[in-house]
């Protein structure tokens, strides 16, 4: 009988040392996964951030850099800084996507049943 990776009989028995040392290094190893990826969806690294004293000031400083067009959000506090680097002509490296989203087609089956 299998139950959650781990080898059972039917008599209940305690898993061997070397199945509990395979699952406390697999739980190991997703935990470090787990970490790595709240890192990367929390980060602030990637931000940069400019300081007026006033809301004028920041709107006239941006509207002379042409760092705003009619396609932007209007949200005058958060600009798309790839955007607005392709209009400029500055290539920037390329970087993984910050969270890679993967369709799990039985969660998918199961929410257009409810």
Excluded at 13 to 19: N, R
Excluded at 46 to 65: G, N, T, V
Excluded at 99 to 114: F, G, N, P
Aim: charged fraction near 30%; proline fraction near 4%.
């Amino acid at each position: 009988m299998q139950n959650d990776g781990w080898n059972l009989s039917l008599t209940g028995a305690k898993p061997s040392t070397q199945e509990a040392v395979k699952e406390v290094s697999r739980m190991a190893e997703r935990a470090l996964k787990d970490q790595d990826r709240f890192t990367d969806s929390t980060s602030t690294s990637f931000y940069a951030c400019l300081i007026f004293q006033s809301d004028d000031q920041r709107d006239a400083f941006i509207e002379a850099m042409k760092w705003r067009d009619s396609q932007d959000d209007e949200d005058p506090c958060f600009l798309d800084g790839c955007k607005i680097a392709q209009r400029m002509g500055v290539v920037l490296p390329d970087c993984p996507p910050i969270r890679k989203t993967q369709k799990h087609d039985r969660w998918a089956k199961l929410a257009q049943e409810a």
